[in-house]
């Protein structure tokens, strides 16, 4: 089992597309969704798909249990997912000793950029790229698992002042 601590932000600007790698689309999909805990679908670039459970335990740190499945296995899945289907893009930025994920999302959330670090300890301290807007970590509305079960958050809650094309 591993451990996912992670920090999230808004995006303020595109500065970290100068750093950003070609990107991955992905499609992700909730079949189980509780307070505490979730079983995701996740599909990239429609070429490999992985299933993946996520408990909280109320901190920056949960337990996720992650496997690859096979694609077919991952689209009947989707079918039946509870709410909404995630569209987005992730880019990896490397930034000092850290890879930031940057999500741009399409569809339902469009004009939503969040950039998302994995960190090796919840006392990690990253250096903060210029790019980066407020902090939402821990911040319900802004997890995928609410962004495709609850209603969507008002678009000028998120949307940028620019373009993110």
């Given at each position: 089992?591993?451990?996912?601590?992670?920090?999230?932000?808004?995006?303020?600007?595109?500065?970290?597309?100068?750093?950003?790698n070609?990107?991955?689309?992905?499609?992700?999909?909730?079949?189980?969704?509780?307070?505490?805990?979730?079983?995701?679908?996740?599909?990239?670039?429609?070429?490999?798909?992985?299933?993946?459970?996520?408990?909280?335990?109320?901190?920056?740190?949960?337990?996720?249990?992650?496997?690859?499945?096979?694609?077919?296995?991952?689209?009947?899945?989707?079918s039946?997912?509870i709410?909404?289907?995630?569209?987005?893009?992730?880019?990896?930025?490397?930034?000092?000793?850290?890879?930031?994920?940057?999500?741009?999302?399409?569809?339902?959330?469009?004009?939503?950029?969040?950039?998302?670090?994995?960190?090796?300890?919840?006392?990690?301290?990253?250096?903060?790229?210029?790019?980066?807007?407020?902090?939402?970590?821990?911040?319900?509305?802004?997890?995928?698992?609410?962004l495709?079960?609850?209603?969507?958050?008002?678009?000028?809650?998120?949307?940028?002042?620019?373009?993110?094309?």
């Open positions: 089992m591993a451990k996912e601590i992670e920090r999230k932000f808004l995006v303020a600007s595109d500065g970290w597309r100068i750093a950003a070609g990107g991955t689309c992905l499609l992700q999909a909730y079949v189980v969704t509780m307070d505490d805990r979730s079983a995701r679908i996740r599909l990239m670039d429609d070429k490999r798909a992985k299933l993946t459970i996520k408990i909280s335990n109320g901190s920056m740190t949960r337990d996720e249990f992650e496997y690859d499945i096979p694609v077919a296995d991952a689209k009947e899945l989707m039946k997912a709410g909404l289907v995630i569209e987005k893009t992730r880019y990896e930025v490397k930034h000092g000793a850290f890879i930031w994920e940057v999500d741009v999302y399409t569809g339902a959330h469009e004009g939503l950029v969040i950039a998302e670090v994995e960190l090796s300890a919840e006392s990690d301290a990253p250096d903060l790229p210029a790019w980066l807007g407020a902090e939402v970590t821990g911040d319900p509305q802004y997890s995928n698992q609410s495709a079960t609850t209603p969507l958050v008002s678009k000028k809650d998120h949307e940028l002042s620019y373009s993110p094309f």
